[in-house]
């Protein structure tokens, strides 16, 4: 299937298209000035975190290309912009002072895009901590959380009248079990109550920071997004493995729809933090969720598919569920094609929460494709891979999920976090010798179906 398949006739004319990144992916670390250290920063400096070798350091140059990719943005026609704020870059150290500089970039970069009509939307936490506050716990510190807040509040009073779609948490579970659980992402953790603690706090810090973006700016959306997934199990299912299950879709996806917008943990995740740890997280810690819920997204890239077999690490206390993949299509980076499951999980924030709009935040393949004599990137694969999503999308807004948007991952070829450089989901290829940016044929096919759908043909 090709992009230029997708019936785009059936879909609202308010649809917004988008694209994503995110800070430390694009600007880098400290290493891109004017900044303070964060916790990605560390997490390279530790031999073999970054299965390439690379380091975040100077990104993609965006802090001086920005104005080149928001013309890449222009030109393909997209309508929102999603990006997230370096909180060492506008505020050095996590606490006190605010860092001028930081917050003159977000001015023009904000400023450049609503000269040419392409609606930001921002997130405030994209797993770039200042090391200070990890110093002193990180999230596993409720001070965390109320300095998110403080962060939040000015953050909304500084940028509210030019930014009215906020998301403060950038993909909780990743933040949790990824980088406090196995230890593949910053801090690099690998503690079974740190898992739990920040599991916590991040739905109060979701809670507590939509209230201080309300507190201080007009017409504010705010919302969280989740990397949520639909479960697959390939065998027959005993109840031991219905619970394991159970225990993954608790933690996965309804700790945070749960948390965040109703203020509720589910029983069998808290059992389960509890027989492991001794630690109960208490719902009544959680601040009123009513001003967070204005929408959700949802970044989506692959089921999770088990099969019968030894525990996984990475979902503390399932004993009965091994890892499996399942059909022979799979990106570069080896995660498998499913593209009925983001429509699945389409239908589950739906059934969830009815009325909620929700937004596809992410989704988007990794493929390595590079530039060929004559100096194109036929990427393909990723072309397929986004027919085949973005046509189940379409999909599920025709079987009536309430959904506003899509924004694929990535614009850009960026920083893969702990695989480095080597792994490319930008829809636009980024030479990283001399940082020339290429439109890639998924970023010009893509282009074509904002195009058609805005033309009505
Ligand atoms: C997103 O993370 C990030 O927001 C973005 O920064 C990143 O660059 C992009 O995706 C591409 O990685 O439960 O064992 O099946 C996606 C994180 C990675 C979460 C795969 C779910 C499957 C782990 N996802 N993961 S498992």
Redo the contacts with the bound molecule.
């Keep these: 299937m090709k992009i230029s398949d997708i019936n785009t006739k059936t879909l609202p004319k308010d649809f917004v298209w988008g694209v994503a990144t995110?800070s430390y992916?694009i600007e880098g670390g400290f290493e891109s000035g004017d900044r303070g250290r964060c916790i990605w920063d560390d997490f390279c400096d530790q031999p073999g975190a970054i299965s390439d070798g690379t380091r975040g350091g100077i990104g993609i140059d965006h802090i001086k290309r920005f104005k080149e990719d928001i013309g890449i943005m222009e030109l393909m026609g997209i309508d929102s912009y999603r990006f997230s704020f370096s909180w060492p870059r506008v505020q050095k150290g996590g606490s006190s002072d605010f860092n001028l500089k930081g917050l003159e970039f977000y001015d023009s970069l904000i400023d450049s895009l609503l000269e040419k009509n392409i609606t930001p939307n921002a997130t405030l936490y994209?797993?770039d901590l200042p090391s200070e506050l990890q110093a002193a716990g990180g999230w596993t510190n409720p001070k965390t959380t109320d300095l998110f807040g403080e962060y939040a509040a000015f953050l909304a009073k500084r940028f509210g009248d030019r930014i009215k779609f906020w998301a403060p948490i950038?993909?909780p579970?990743?933040v949790t079990y990824?980088g406090n659980t196995i230890g593949h992402h910053a801090p690099g953790l690998r503690d079974l109550t740190a898992t739990v603690k920040v599991a916590h706090q991040l739905v109060r810090a979701h809670a507590l920071a939509a209230q201080a973006i309300k507190a201080n700016s007009d017409g504010a959306k705010v919302g969280p997004v989740l990397?949520l997934?639909d479960q697959v199990f390939t065998g027959e299912i005993t109840p031991e493995i219905e619970n394991d299950l159970n225990l993954v879709s608790g933690m996965?996806n309804n700790w945070w729809l749960q948390g965040m917008l109703n203020g509720k943990y589910p029983e069998n995740v808290l059992d389960n933090f509890e027989k492991l740890t001794g630690i109960r997280p208490n719902e009544d810690e959680i601040p009123d969720t009513k001003y967070g819920r204005d929408w959700v997204g949802l970044?989506y890239?692959?089921a999770?598919?088990f099969q019968a077999g030894e525990g996984?690490e990475?979902?503390p206390g399932t004993k009965y569920l091994g890892?499996a993949w399942l059909g022979d299509e799979k990106t570069d980076?080896g995660?498998p094609w499913t593209p009925e499951g983001i429509r699945k999980t389409l239908h589950i924030i739906n059934d969830f929460s009815p009325n909620i709009p929700i937004y596809v935040t992410?989704n988007?393949a990794?493929y390595n494709t590079n530039l060929d004599s004559n100096g194109h990137v036929y990427d393909s694969k990723r072309e397929a891979y986004l027919a085949r999503y973005i046509n189940e999308v379409v999909k599920a807004k025709n079987e009536g999920v309430n959904l506003k948007g899509y924004y694929s991952?990535?614009l850009l070829d960026?920083f893969?976090?702990a695989f480095g450089y080597e792994?490319r989901?930008g829809m636009v290829h980024v030479n990283y010798e001399n940082y020339a940016r290429t439109l890639k044929q998924s970023g010009h096919e893509y282009s074509n179906l904002i195009k058609r759908h805005k033309n009505g043909s």
């Design positions: 995110s992916q994209h797993w950038n993909e579970w990743c990824l990397n997934a996965v970044n890239y692959n999770q598919i996984l990475i979902f890892g980076i995660w992410e988007g990794c991952w990535s960026n893969e976090w792994m989901f």
